[in-house]
């Protein structure tokens, strides 16, 4: 890991972890539509994501390509969460993390079937 992304992962680190009343204020106040809230469950689980894309790393060299994908996966877990389904946000969110992770490291492939499914969609036209 070079010099700017250990800073960068001391520096999410140091924010004190969200206690559960604060996590589910922060979700009612984003669902109401409050763009701060939001920034702060995201900046609040940035800590997620690093460790997730190391354990990844020996499927892709490319360490800062792993994080920028995790940090798709927590903005699609704060979109997309449900307080109704009775779990932590953080567990949520590891599982979108991991996912989207798994689906850049997929790639090419993805796009394959994706075309092999428009093409037997067509066909059976």
């Known amino acids: ?14 924010l004190p ?3 559960p009343q604060q996590e589910k204020t922060l979700l009612h106040h984003i669902q109401r539509g409050d ?3 939001r920034e702060i469950l995201i900046r609040r689980h940035l800590s997620l994501v690093i460790p997730i ?17 995790g940090n798709l996966g927590l903005l699609k877990a704060v979109d997309t ?10 567990r949520y969110a590891r599982r ?7 689906q850049s490291l ?10 092999q499914r428009g093409l037997r ?3 059976t036209r």
């Open 1 to 14: 890991m070079d010099a700017g992304l250990k800073r960068c992962a001391r520096e999410v680190r140091r």
């Open 17 to 19: 972890p969200l206690s």
């Open 35 to 37: 763009r701060e809230a």
């Open 53 to 69: 894309a190391e354990a990844y790393q020996g499927s892709s060299p490319n360490l800062l390509g792993l994080i920028e994908q």
């Open 81 to 90: 969460f449900d307080e109704s389904c009775r779990q932590r946000f953080a």
């Open 96 to 102: 979108c993390i991991r996912e989207k992770i798994k």
């Open 106 to 115: 997929m790639g090419p492939l993805d796009s394959v079937r994706e075309t």
């Open 121 to 123: 969609t067509q066909r």
